[in-house]
């Protein structure tokens, strides 16, 4: 068995083909810090305590304030089950409960989405966001300037990895545990860029 995208803990799949999900945290808490000045209040707004994707992007983009940034600090994390509705309520009452928040990293594509519709209901410029994933509304979120940017994994290569994985296997080759398929920063400059285009999707 070989599995791909987000990983399970099980000793049946030989391999998984997948998005090194702190690592692309960790770039989207570089993100941040860049974009708020390295200083200020900053959230997470993520979409679950369970799967690898949800506690990686977490961990990954915490880590790297603490690691990196000591000016910065990460005052709430909150979870939306990737749902719009959910995200959106937590992205207000984080707006009123941090009036000096600068910042707030959602962890998928719902997560950011609900994010970027609690900053308009509320009003509220000046708090940076960056997403996880894209989508229609997260892209046009972006053009509009509600998003910064987000993190993309890399579903072409996650597809051709845990394919051409199963050939090997099927060989009798060894592989490893993990394969990691890269990721990328997107947002309004670049979206457009031919490798950028490729791995987003509406």
Same mark, same amino acid.
């Given at each position: ?101 600068? *910042? @707030? ?6 997560? !950011?989405?609900? +994010?970027? #519709? &609690?900053? %308009?209901?509320? =009003? ?32 072409? *290569? @996650? ?6 994985? !199963?050939?090997? +296997?099927? #060989? &009798?080759? %060894?592989?490893? =545990? ?25």
């Amino acid at each position: 068995m070989i599995a791909f995208d987000s990983g399970v803990d099980s000793d049946i799949v030989l391999t998984t083909a997948q998005t090194d999900s702190k690592a692309a945290a960790a770039l989207a808490a570089d993100k941040m810090a860049e974009k708020i000045g390295g200083e200020g209040e900053v959230a997470v707004i993520g979409h679950d305590q369970t799967s690898t994707t949800g506690t990686g992007r977490r961990d990954g983009f915490v880590d790297q304030i603490k690691a990196k940034y000591p000016k910065i600090k990460v005052v709430s994390i909150q979870y939306g089950g990737g749902d719009h509705l959910k995200s959106a309520e937590i992205a207000k009452t984080l707006l009123q409960s941090y009036p000096k928040l600068k *910042g @707030i990293f959602g962890t998928n594509e719902g997560s !950011a989405i609900g +994010a970027g #519709k &609690g900053l %308009k209901e509320a =009003k509220k410029s000046g708090v940076v966001l960056i997403g996880f994933d894209s989508g229609k509304a997260q892209k046009d979120m972006i053009n509009d300037g509600t998003i910064a940017g987000a993190i993309t994994q890399n579903p072409v *290569g @996650i597809g051709y990895k845990t394919v051409e994985a !199963a050939v090997k +296997a099927l #060989k &009798g080759e %060894k592989l490893p =545990k993990i394969i990691d398929t890269g990721f990328y920063y997107y947002d309004k400059s670049n979206m457009k860029d031919a490798k950028i285009a490729a791995v987003l999707y509406d």
